[in-house]
């Protein structure tokens, strides 16, 4: 269930500030079926059950924009979310994952600014931003089954800038870049014990240190694209795409853990040409 709340103030004729508040009410129904007493007490849960994964969450999001005219406009956001945790299958767990993981939070930080030029034919979009996440949902395997689990804390710093120029009723051009560092914050080991001291890069449950970049996530990516439309006819219109995007480099597991290896940076180009009837 989800319910939302939203308030809006007019601080100045060029400014505003506007707040939402977002409950949300989630749960995810265990299997006992699937796995075993003897499974669940070895991993705590007493009498041999688990209880379902329930959250209840408000999300808010706080929001200042200022447009000090039509081509300009700065704002700011302060926003809180959540991923609903969960029940893992139960052979992943009888071959000794989690029974659970919780559920991850995320708060977002972000300036940016959205810019109008050329008499409107151009727009420039930037921002900065930082999050910061806890309680990681991650996703390990044991034995080729998958599970999830939580992974700590993290921290993502980015910039964020695009570009798109109609330089004719026909032609438009575009430009991206994204730039992200994104980093545990601790170290990370699956199904530890409370004490936290013995997660070091020799223990057996060791994923992942701190530093380490985040799955799948690449430092530096950008884009560009090309896109010319013309009349045929009445009925048809000619769309020749050009694109063409960089991915920096990734990793398909946190760098200190002895398994992973570098997903190395690629680029793509494309090159599409449609026919638009209507």
């Excluded at 079926?33 to 007493?46: K, N, P």
């Excluded at 996703?139 to 939580?150: E, I, Q, S």
């Excluded at 730039?179 to 223990?203: P, R």
Aim: with cysteine; net charge negative.
């Amino acid at each position: 269930d989800v319910y939302k709340r939203q308030a809006q103030n007019i601080i100045t004729p060029a400014a505003s500030l506007a707040a939402t508040s977002r409950l949300q009410a989630q749960g995810v129904e265990p299997t006992p079926a699937l796995v075993s007493a003897e499974v669940l007490s070895s991993q705590g849960f007493v009498g041999g059950t688990v209880e379902a994964t329930k959250d209840n969450d408000v999300n808010p999001k706080l929001a200042l924009e200022y447009r000090p005219n039509d081509d300009w406009l700065a704002y700011w956001t302060i926003a809180k979310g959540y991923r609903v945790g969960g029940v893992n299958s139960g052979l992943a767990v009888s071959l000794g994952a989690p029974i659970t993981f919780a559920s991850d939070e995320l708060i977002n930080y972000e300036f940016g600014f959205k810019h109008t030029l050329l008499d409107g034919s151009a727009t420039v979009n930037g921002a900065l931003y930082f999050l910061d996440w806890s309680d990681i949902i991650s996703v390990g395997g044991v034995n080729g089954f998958r599970y999830r689990t939580n992974a700590g804390k993290a921290a993502v710093s980015g910039l964020e800038l695009d570009a798109v120029w109609m330089a004719s009723a026909n032609l438009s051009f575009s430009l991206g870049l994204n730039y992200a560092k994104a980093e545990l914050e601790e170290d990370f080991c699956v199904n530890l014990a409370s004490d936290a001291s013995e997660c070091t890069v020799d223990a057996a449950t060791f994923k992942g240190g701190e530093g380490d970049q985040l799955i799948g996530s690449p430092e530096l990516s950008y884009n560009a694209s090309v896109q010319y439309i013309t009349a045929i006819n009445n009925a048809v219109d000619f769309r020749a795409l050009l694109t063409f995007q960089h991915v920096g480099e990734s990793f398909n597991a946190y760098q200190s853990n002895p398994r992973a290896s570098a997903l190395g940076d690629y680029d793509l180009l494309g090159l599409r040409a449609s026919l638009l009837y209507g």
